[in-house]
């Protein structure tokens, strides 16, 4: 791949490891600045107790220790750790197969000057239906296609993750069926996707800004490539750009290589919902796809082998950084502040008029999440606080759940220590810097639409 891009003097943006050991310094600093609280645990349920905050000795945490957690922190994510490096190898596999190129190929040939109109809208809602349906982190393997058909569309890398990381990061924010609603609703005492409707009807209205935000962003560069705000488009070599004069043929291996890609993830949100399957079957189905396209494709055993390797292999500093940013959280617990901060946050929400009750929650699920990304650890901490203060105010429990969730996968497109957000930038070599100057204001206007949807749903005593 040939391209030319003009380098500007000035400030150079952190790598986004950069920032979160930053971070990490500056929650160490903190340990030594706010005072030490807990909450008690309920030892059955492994819920925070509401109403028995109490202060405790300060337990500072020095760098040195912080040093020490970041074994722990990498240990800590085998799991995530195995769904990125088979997802990677898989979407390699699918890449190498030369299928996505046939289909794009075949599809901007019989879209014609309609390709970015059609293509990108139909990509976006494609993969929020999957992070809706099955978000999770190894989606994040998806922008490595996105970058093909940026390079086909003659866009930028930010195009890519506008199609293939933004969606799916925002689709999951409202998904009905994705682990962290059904732990906020199965700890708040509610049933399994309840309350399906009003969500898919947040999630409809999120997809649909995500849709508009994105293929804008696509059409004016395209028109005008002085516009990009990484400064230039990708380019592929001369025989990849180069479309055939007569309609390429879609054939059936093409068809099937691509829904390997997609049928884990349906599969997986259908059995985690009705089944309680996890992870593990997840990893099964995709490793089962790669044998399918390798079948399919005709591919030689031991190339099949080497294009997996090559693309697991790709996810190695990834995974270092997911490990960094574990750290972060860590520091807050061992440290003993951040029921501290909790606390503090639910005697402000406590205090607010009911109408604005939901909109506090979500404001400090979110003010967390810049800290602690990972929904699954602060369910069972911020869940058990905020029941008391909704009931006592009237506000229920599936606005409580929404303003929860929303609070949480709102900002994982923003905040610099998610580990997602350090894959997607590895993945497209975008800096965060760039990234945050386009994804800004959407992630805005998704907090516009979060906080008057909470307000009708709370004034309309959803429940």
Known sequence: ??????????????????????????????TYVLPAGEYAVDPQTKLVVAGSFHYVENAPVNLWDALIMVTQGVASQGVIFALLFIMGGMINVVIESGAINGVINYSVHRLQDKSISVLVPAVVVLMAVI?????????????????????????????????????????????????????????????????LGARLVVWAVLTLLCVIYTTRYCLKISRDPSKSIIGYMEKSNAEELALPKEAPKLHWENLVTIACMFVPFAVYAYGAASSGWGFPELLAFAMIAVIVVGVVNR?????????????????????????????IGMVLVDGKILHTIAYAAVYVIGGMHDSLV????????????????????????????????????????????????????????????????????SLSGC???????????????????????????????WS
Request: proline share 5%; aromatic share 8%; charged share 10%.
């Open 1 to 30: 791949m040939s391209q030319t891009e003009t380098k500007k003097p000035g400030f150079t943006v952190p790598h986004v490891l950069v920032l979160i050991i930053g971070l990490i310094v500056i929650c160490c600093g903190l």
């Open 131 to 195: 992070g809706g349906l099955a978000g999770q982190d190894s989606l994040v393997a998806f922008v490595a296609v996105g970058m093909v058909l940026a390079r086909k569309l003659r866009l930028d890398k930010l195009a890519a993750l506008g199609m293939f990381y933004l969606p799916y990061i925002t689709g999951q924010a409202a998904g009905p069926t994705i682990a962290i609603i059904l732990m906020a609703q199965e700890t708040a005492g509610l049933a399994p996707v309840s309350g």
């Open 299 to 327: 591919m030689n055993i031991n190339r099949l082998a080497v294009l997996f390797i090559t693309g697991a292999t790709a996810m190695g500093g990834i995974c270092l950084m997911i490990g960094f940013a574990k750290v």
């Open 358 to 425: 939901a909109s506090g929650i979500f404001l400090f699920t979110t003010f967390i999440n810049f800290l602690i990304p990972s929904g699954p650890a602060k369910v069972p901490m911020l869940i058990p606080l905020f029941i008391p203060v909704a009931d006592v105010l009237g506000i229920s429990r599936q606005v409580l759940c929404l303003a929860f969730q929303l609070g949480d996968g709102l900002t994982n497109c923003v905040t610099p220590v998610s580990a997602v957000l350090a894959a997607a930038m």
């Open 431 to 461: 800096n965060i810097g760039q990234w945050l100057k386009f994804v800004m204001p959407f992630a805005l206007m998704t907090f516009v639409v979060a906080i008057v949807a909470l307000t009708v749903l709370q004034a309309m005593g």
